[in-house]
């Protein structure tokens, strides 16, 4: 026996099996769940700077600026986030998703290494970086925050 023959001798009992199984993908697709934001972890790079009695306004201009220019010309940079506090700079970077974080962890190495020029000389130690680290909102009192789409 031929396995089409009954489709072909019953055409409206085809076309009403055709009609369920559209229907029932139709449903199917509808419910499916779909997330507007997925969770995505980005490559993300933690750069810490401390200035031991330094004033908020004095680690902005002397140790933020200088870093936030260099990190400026990153390549895959997609945003970064700085917080100048007393004693201590915090700068953020994140990258785009198609950058390997350990060419990004490179590139931010070599952007440090142009900054130190441009750094007071009596910085107790260089900057120092934490790959992998996840991006918080909000920030403490009396801190400068600036954030910067690149």
Do not use: C, H, W
Not at 62 to 78: S, Y
Not at 114 to 140: F, M
Request: hydrophobic content about 45%.
């Amino acid at each position: 026996m031929n396995p089409s023959r009954p489709f072909i001798l019953r055409p409206v009992a085809t076309s009403l099996l055709m009609a369920a199984i559209l229907l029932a993908g139709a449903v199917a697709y509808v419910q499916l769940p779909v997330s507007a934001l997925p969770q995505v972890d980005y490559p993300t790079i933690q750069v810490l700077t401390f200035y031991p009695g330094a004033s908020p306004d004095v680690v902005a201009s002397a140790i933020t600026a200088p870093l936030e220019r260099q990190f400026g010309q990153v390549p895959g940079l997609k945003q970064m986030t700085s917080s100048s506090s007393a004693g201590s700079s915090v700068i953020t970077l994140q990258f785009v998703l198609e950058l390997n974080i350990d060419v990004a962890q490179q590139d931010v190495q070599a952007a440090i290494n142009a900054a130190t020029t441009y750094l007071p000389r009596d910085l107790p130690n260089p900057p120092i970086y934490n790959k992998g680290v996840r991006l918080s909102k909000g920030g403490s009192p009396g801190s400068d925050i600036t954030t910067r789409e690149a």
